[in-house]
């Protein structure tokens, strides 16, 4: 039985120090609201910490993702590659700009891209793969690029989850042609909704500067900075509009400060988890690779309480999610790591496909399981969840 009161502890939680809410002060006084000063702040403080040469932000990474394959020609006719365990926008960015989505199963081990099926999706249509940092644990990257460079393809890293994610030193988001990270409130520096999209490509840099700008060939803060700010900007390309505010660049900006505290405080809550639930068969957590550092966007396990097969997933899945139910009784709040996007109906019906088509993507999707983990989590909170995970075990 549970030796403490009851708790609620939430899957993830927004902390923000007082001074960063503060932050959104200053542009909202200075009566520049819009993309400017702070924006670029941002910018210039997560080019320092990722070692990105040039960062551009943008409304979410769903539009950066979007916006990165626009700028690469990605059109009807054209075939992506996206791992069939993620969040569905990897996939719907494809979908937006009239192209193919061509999904890759995953590997069980790390829920990403698995490597070795990416020769046979390759048709003389593949023209970019979007490989996903998931939870934060990187791509194999070296593979994806020594691929993508054979075939000539486009690489779109979806780094939503990736802050603090190192592979052999790198920062992701600096491998592939571009990478996109998310500041959606689960992640761990959040802007509300906004992106930033990263690349080492000067050329790329510029036309995504542009296109998030309506394709304006000079921003609106370089124009009232320049010698005649009363003339309008030329325009060469039919953007978007996926500029982010400086309200929300300015509490990014702000968190930044404290990005390197923020990454050790997610690893130290996730060894905590991990040592204490080294002999639980029957949980997996996180694995760890030799050459990542994980970033911890979340702590993805799966659920095993029997060997996972393709005829043994439904049944752990029931099991599951009567273990996730028991937990929720209890305040503690769990999800599924992320869903198999394929089994979604909008992917099945069009692709016409089978949850078995991609048994490691169908497998995670329904024995996965997310514990609660975010900067600002107490002692108490974590020996919490500990100690009733623990107890399902008995
Ligand atoms: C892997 C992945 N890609 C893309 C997104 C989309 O990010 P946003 O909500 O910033 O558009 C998310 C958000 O959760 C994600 O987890």
Request: proline fraction near 5%; charge should be negative.
């Amino acid at each position: 039985m549970s030796s403490t009161a009851h708790m609620n502890v939430p899957i993830a939680r927004t902390s923000l120090l007082e001074s960063e809410i503060q932050s959104v002060m200053e542009p909202l006084r200075s009566g520049w609201l819009v993309q400017g000063p702070k924006v670029r702040e941002f910018e210039d403080k997560w080019s320092a910490f990722t070692g990105a040469k040039h960062s551009i932000a943008v409304t979410s990474c769903t539009t950066g993702l979007h916006l990165s394959l626009a700028a690469m020609g990605i059109e009807p006719g054209d075939e992506v590659i996206v791992p069939a365990f993620t969040w569905i926008a990897t996939a719907n960015v494809v979908e937006h700009l009239g192209a193919k989505v061509v999904f890759c199963d995953i590997d069980l081990e790390t829920f990403n891209l698995d490597v070795a099926k990416l020769e046979t999706l390759l048709t003389p249509k593949t023209k970019a793969i979007l490989p996903v940092h998931l939870f934060g644990m990187a791509a194999d990257m070296q593979t994806v690029n020594v691929f993508a460079k054979a075939n000539k393809l486009w690489v779109v890293e979806d780094a939503a989850c990736g802050f603090g994610s190192r592979y052999h030193g790198d920062h992701v988001g600096t491998l592939g042609d571009t990478g996109v990270f998310s500041f959606h409130p689960r992640k761990a520096i959040t802007t509300g909704e906004g992106g930033m999209i990263t690349t080492q490509d000067d050329e790329l840099a510029a036309k995504l500067r542009r296109l998030r700008d309506h394709g304006a060939a000079m921003s609106d803060l370089q124009r009232h900075l320049g010698a005649r700010p009363y003339l309008l900007a030329d325009h060469p390309d039919a953007g978007y509009n996926q500029r982010m505010t400086d309200l929300q660049a300015a509490l990014g900006s702000a968190q930044m400060d404290r990005a390197s505290d923020i990454v050790l405080e997610r690893r130290q809550l996730a060894q905590r988890y991990d040592e204490a639930f080294a002999k639980l068969a029957w949980l997996r957590t996180p694995v760890q690779q030799i050459g990542y550092e994980h970033g911890y966007q979340s702590y993805p396990c799966l659920f095993q309480p029997e060997s996972i097969r393709p005829d043994s997933v439904s049944r752990i899945n029931e099991r599951r999610n009567v273990w996730m139910d028991k937990l929720q009784k209890l305040g503690i709040s769990t999800r599924p790591a992320t869903h198999a996007v394929h089994m979604l109906t909008f992917y099945r019906d069009k692709y016409k496909l089978k949850p078995q088509d991609f048994p490691n993507a169908y497998a995670a999707n329904d024995c996965s399981i997310s514990l609660p983990l975010f900067h600002g989590m107490t002692g108490e909170e974590q020996d919490y969840v500990i100690e009733h995970v623990l107890e399902s075990a008995s």
